[in-house]
């Protein structure tokens, strides 16, 4: 097939690099020139594991092409997927105007039948205004022709985003047309071998499963964090509480780890953006409400615990910082825990030394050379002779630590560990004050 994806961002990219895998010819389009020019040079502008040489050997064998020209998009790709930025607008609504954009790009570009398929994490109802923008650009143009909306929501987390591509659970598409079904049929048919995994619904439907599917994902991580709290003060081991909880089929062990709490470009905006639909629609959603206020709370724990440590005395302090992308296996430092806790710490007029495996690049470009950050080129530099260590990413090198070692390279020997990394009695015994989210 000839599929155009309009967006080179996180999922455009990984939605036209996976459909050129599977043998599909695909253009991605961008209207950002030197964005393009990496791309086309093999270049990616993200880090998720694998993507890289993917995107260089579709390149390669012509099955994968980049530009900004949208006329050429258009004309090239019977399915057109709009896969551009939904970000959160001032009241949490998730701000369409990139998408409604796109949608009058293809009107006027449209050479015949086409199939637009809405990829973005959109609100529900999003589907119909592309549909009204195409019709109302087509119509003022003068053009007749035919085409189909429908929602084909992503499910892509970072980090393992080829694998949740090529191998997820579940292929959602919103459409009532037996014509789309067939045509999204043979679009993903290289990756619904095994098993069917396609599961067809109307659109207001499909829309909906994609925000309830992220909204869900982080309840159960605000309501660990809740029982964490809960734990420390009670004198209890969230640790020994996650197991004896998940081991129960109906809960399960995913998604139930406490922490520093959760970031990145998905479920912040996308809690938001469910809470807003359902004032739209005359519902207070409560839970929602919560699970973002957890979330906001949570993430002042670690800035909370490491001036307990040292007895509010955090002007002139030298704090290491171990993690600054939100999640391991990405570089994406949107709404990342390490950002609240290092601007809290500048606040305060403390010292920073960062390091992350893949993140400086990110942290670099968003803060610059800003005075109290120091990013260092290896883990091992940020501690020495710091007053404390705060860990804020989970990346396996973090793991496996030698604790006598960081006790010696640690000046003040507080370690706050907001992903539970490691045992507390092994940390005690080299003389580590070790503090983590839930265990006393």
């Known amino acids: 097939m000839n599929i155009t994806v309009f967006g080179t961002g996180y999922v455009g990219l990984v939605t036209g690099t996976c459909l050129a895998e599977a043998g599909h010819h695909v253009i991605c389009v961008d209207v950002d020139e030197q964005k393009i020019a990496q791309l086309n040079q093999g270049i990616i502008p993200i880090y998720e594991p694998g993507l890289e040489a993917m995107v260089r050997h579709n390149g390669e064998d012509g099955r994968l092409k980049f530009t900004t020209d949208a006329a050429q998009a258009v004309q090239f ?12 607008d001032e009241d949490g609504s998730a701000d369409l105007q990139y998408v409604l954009n796109v949608a009058e790009t293809i009107a006027q570009h449209m050479d015949g039948y086409k199939v637009v398929i809405d990829k973005s994490t959109v609100p529900v109802g999003t589907a119909e205004k592309v549909r009204d923008t195409i019709a109302e650009t087509l119509s003022s143009l003068g053009k007749d022709y035919t085409f189909d909306v429908c929602s084909n929501p992503e499910f892509l987390k970072e980090g393992a985003a080829i694998e949740d591509f090529t191998r997820g659970a579940r292929i959602v598409v919103g459409t009532d047309s037996p014509h789309v079904e067939k045509l999204m049929r043979e679009c993903y048919a290289p990756y619904n071998r095994n098993h069917e995994k396609m599961l067809f619904m109307d659109v207001r439907s499909a ?21 964490a709290n809960l734990a420390e003060r ?37 809690v938001q953006a469910l809470a807003r639909t359902a004032g739209l629609a005359g519902y207070s959603a409560e839970l929602l409400k919560a699970v973002e206020s957890v979330n906001e709370r949570q993430k002042q724990t670690l800035f909370t615990k490491l001036s307990n440590a040292l007895d509010g005395q955090l002007h002139g302090k030298k704090i290491a910082v ?12 949107r709404e990342a825990p390490s950002r609240v806790l290092m601007e809290a710490l500048w ?31 290896r883990m091992e530099d940020t501690v020495i002779d710091a007053d404390a260590l705060v860990i804020c990413t989970e990346w396996q090198q973090f793991r496996a630590v030698d604790l006598t070692w960081l006790a010696n390279q640690l000046k003040g020997g507080v370690v706050i560990d907001g992903r539970n990394l490691y045992n507390p009695k092994e940390a005690k015994a080299v003389n580590l004050r070790y503090i983590s989210v839930g265990r006393a």
């Open 322 to 333: 171990w993690g600054l992308a939100f999640k391991p296996n990405t570089d994406d430092m």
């Open 234 to 270: 009670l004198g209890a081991d969230i640790e020994q509480v996650r197991q004896g909880i998940g081991s129960d089929p109906r809960i399960g062990y995913h998604f139930i780890y406490p922490g520093c709490g959760y970031g990145g470009s998905c479920f912040p905006k996308d």
């Open 347 to 377: 606040e305060a007029g403390a010292q920073v030394r960062a390091f992350d495996p893949k993140a400086m690049e990110e942290a670099a470009r968003i803060y610059g050379s800003r005075e109290g950050l120091t990013l260092c080129k």
């Open 207 to 227: 829309e909906l499963t994609k925000y309830a599917a992220n909204a869900m994902l982080a309840t159960k991580i605000s309501f660990m964090n809740e029982i």
């Open 77 to 88: 790709g019977t399915l057109q997927f709009i896969a551009v930025g939904t970000p959160a």
